[in-house]
């Protein structure tokens, strides 16, 4: 399945922060609305930085495998404090 | 107190041991007992965890002292590990047939960093040849080790870490096309990376 994107209008503000940072130009900007549109999800790699960055959290993506981040082990986090 | 009392004494001392927790066997889809496997697995996992963080503490610390000359360090020794380990690899002339030698490489030596190659829509081929003969082409990088460890602190990435993997892949290539290799980053997101790998001709 590939990557779908979607951004919800009436919550987009037309800042343009996703235009600026993803990487494969997914999203263009329609000046006459003032809001971005997804206009090439073909290329969407899912790195998600569009999603973390929107201020409205309009953008939503779908169909991408999510990283399996490190889990939280306390003890260890313990034993690293002094390294930090 | 004779030696058979002190031994008698340290024997009471001694605790009892721990009564043997009944491990939940963990049983598949298809009804396969894969208790150990699952143990296995997260065994290696927490090995590689703590490896990492360790590692991501000290390039942190690393960075604090030696500022950007720490990114230049941790390059020369992620590209002396790569060459090192690609010297005996067959040499190809082919980019993606040596990253499938470098994919090999990873696999062979328990490295679990996947990455794929990457074609825009726009581009008609995987890889494009610049007017001075260097090839280029784009790389994803999903799970990744390094940007795991640098979240689990908060830590920023395209740091010595990042610059340790862009020189492992830079020794490997070189030792294995026999022509210089550049893998920069594009862009580092938070569930994926872009990287642009540039191999320069023979000649340049
Ligand atoms: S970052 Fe969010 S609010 Fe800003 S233009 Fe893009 S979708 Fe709209
Ligand atoms: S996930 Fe990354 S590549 Fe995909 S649209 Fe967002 S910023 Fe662009």
Redesign the interface.
């Given at each position: 399945m590939s990557v779908q994107v979607t951004i919800r209008e009436e919550a987009c503000r037309g800042c343009q922060m996703c235009v600026d940072v993803c990487?494969?130009k997914v999203f263009t900007y329609d000046d006459a609305a003032a809001k971005a549109r997804v206009s090439?999800v073909?290329?969407c790699?899912?790195?998600?930085?569009c999603?973390?960055l929107c201020p409205s959290m309009a953008i939503n993506e779908a169909g991408?495998?999510?990283?399996?981040?490190?889990?939280?082990?306390l003890d260890?986090s313990r034993r690293?404090e002094r390294?930090? | 107190m004779n030696r058979t009392n002190r031994r008698r004494s340290r024997s009471r001392r001694r605790t009892p041991p721990a009564p043997a927790v009944q491990e939940k066997e963990y049983k598949g889809h298809q009804g396969n007992t894969r208790g150990h496997h699952v143990k296995e697995m997260e065994a290696t996992r927490?090995t590689l965890?703590?490896t990492?963080?360790?590692m991501t503490?000290?390039a942190?610390?690393m960075e604090q002292m030696a500022d950007r000359g720490a990114n230049g360090m941790a390059f020369v020794a992620g590209k002396k590990l790569g060459a090192k380990l690609a010297e005996t690899s067959q040499k190809t002339d082919d980019i993606t047939q040596a990253l499938d030698t470098v994919r090999k490489l990873l696999s062979a030596n328990h490295c679990n960093w996947g990455f794929e190659t990457?074609k825009?829509?726009a581009q008609p081929t995987l890889i494009t040849k610049g007017a001075d003969g260097a090839e280029k082409l784009e790389l994803?990088f999903?799970?990744?080790m390094i940007?795991?460890?640098l979240?689990?602190?908060g830590h920023v990435q395209k740091g010595s870490m990042c610059y340790m993997m862009y020189g492992f892949f830079s020794g490997a290539l070189e030792a294995i096309l026999g022509r210089r290799a550049v893998l920069e980053v594009?862009?580092a997101?938070?569930?994926?990376?872009?990287k642009c790998l540039t191999v320069h001709s023979k000649e340049s």
């Amino acid at each position: 399945m590939s990557v779908q994107v979607t951004i919800r209008e009436e919550a987009c503000r037309g800042c343009q922060m996703c235009v600026d940072v993803c990487p494969t130009k997914v999203f263009t900007y329609d000046d006459a609305a003032a809001k971005a549109r997804v206009s090439g999800v073909e290329d969407c790699i899912a790195c998600l930085s569009c999603v973390y960055l929107c201020p409205s959290m309009a953008i939503n993506e779908a169909g991408y495998t999510a990283v399996k981040n490190f889990y939280r082990d306390l003890d260890f986090s313990r034993r690293m404090e002094r390294f930090l | 107190m004779n030696r058979t009392n002190r031994r008698r004494s340290r024997s009471r001392r001694r605790t009892p041991p721990a009564p043997a927790v009944q491990e939940k066997e963990y049983k598949g889809h298809q009804g396969n007992t894969r208790g150990h496997h699952v143990k296995e697995m997260e065994a290696t996992r927490t090995t590689l965890q703590e490896t990492m963080t360790f590692m991501t503490a000290l390039a942190y610390g690393m960075e604090q002292m030696a500022d950007r000359g720490a990114n230049g360090m941790a390059f020369v020794a992620g590209k002396k590990l790569g060459a090192k380990l690609a010297e005996t690899s067959q040499k190809t002339d082919d980019i993606t047939q040596a990253l499938d030698t470098v994919r090999k490489l990873l696999s062979a030596n328990h490295c679990n960093w996947g990455f794929e190659t990457f074609k825009r829509k726009a581009q008609p081929t995987l890889i494009t040849k610049g007017a001075d003969g260097a090839e280029k082409l784009e790389l994803v990088f999903r799970d990744c080790m390094i940007r795991q460890s640098l979240f689990r602190y908060g830590h920023v990435q395209k740091g010595s870490m990042c610059y340790m993997m862009y020189g492992f892949f830079s020794g490997a290539l070189e030792a294995i096309l026999g022509r210089r290799a550049v893998l920069e980053v594009t862009h580092a997101g938070q569930n994926a990376c872009l990287k642009c790998l540039t191999v320069h001709s023979k000649e340049s």
